[in-house]
Each structure stands twice: as C-alpha cells, then as structure tokens.
C-alpha cells in the first residue's frame, strides 16, 4: 500500500498507525455492520474531519465521531471565534486540500497548520479511525499522540439532544 501524506508524516514523528482500507460511504446499516466487523472496530471509533470557518480565525477544523453532531456554538467558543459556519463543499478541497471524504487531521495541519480541535470524547480512547486522507483509507491512529504532533486539543464539540 503506497503510504499517503499523512501517513508519512506520522512515519516521520514516529507516531504509530494502522493503514485501514475501509470504506463505508453509500452503504446500508447491515453491509457498514459487517465491513467493521471484519476489522474489529464499531461505528462509534470512526471520527470524522470537518472544516469550517470563524468570523475571526479564518479556517478552523474538528474532529469527532461520525455519529454525533458538531456544536458551531461550542467551536466557536473554543476557538475564539464569535460564529462559525461551516466550509461550503465547493470551497473544501481549495481550501484544506482534501475532498469530502478524505480529509485527514495531520495532512491539514501539515499543509495548511489551521487550528484543529479533537472532541473530547476521543481523549481517553486507545484509538480512533479518521479518513487516511484518501478516499476509502482510513488510520487507526491513538487520538492523544495525533493531537501532540499536530499542537491540537480536546475539547467538548458535541451538540447534545
């Protein structure tokens, strides 16, 4: 498998990782059921990167779990802005050089250092799966050592119902 850009940033800090080919975009709750059966890992592991955008810093980025929703309010909050929105589709990859699908905490930082933020859900688990920065590759990755390479944080993101 050749290694991604993330990925050789992670070789370089000597950061460990597991290069997952797990895709479960477009499929239905069984077929994503068995897909993450196959590598020992539950739906709730997987984060997602999301970037949006602060009336005050500009590009901001968060990372949580692909099942919960993203508090503007409390990104806005942590990260010093008044508002935040987030990015248009159309401007994502012009912007944090990813498509949807593919956008990768430790490839942003390392191209463009936006202020990332991690939920606080993920600060005390052993790992967590985050897109590999391509489409259909995905790291397994141990969310406290992702956040000291890349001079990020934890903090609660989470809208709650």
Partial sequence: ??????????????????????????????????????FHVKHDDIYKTLAAHGD??????AVLPITKH???????A?????????LPLK?????????????????????????IYFDLTAANLPYIIVSGGELSRSDKVNPQEVVNLIHSEFADLLEHD
């Fill in 56 to 61: 005050k810093t500009g590009p901001i980025v």
């Fill in 91 to 115: 401007d994502l990859q012009k912007t944090t050089g990813y498509i949807h699908g593919a956008n990768n905490p430790v490839g942003i930082w390392q191209n463009k250092h936006f202020p």
């Fill in 1 to 38: 498998m050749k290694k991604t850009l993330p990925e050789q940033v992670m070789d370089k800090h000597n950061v460990n990782y597991e290069p997952l080919n797990l895709n479960i975009l477009d499929k239905t709750p069984d077929e994503r059921d068995a897909i993450l059966e196959t």
């Fill in 78 to 86: 942590v990260s010093g802005n008044k508002k935040v929105a987030m």
């Fill in 70 to 76: 993203l508090s503007l309010k409390k990104l806005a």
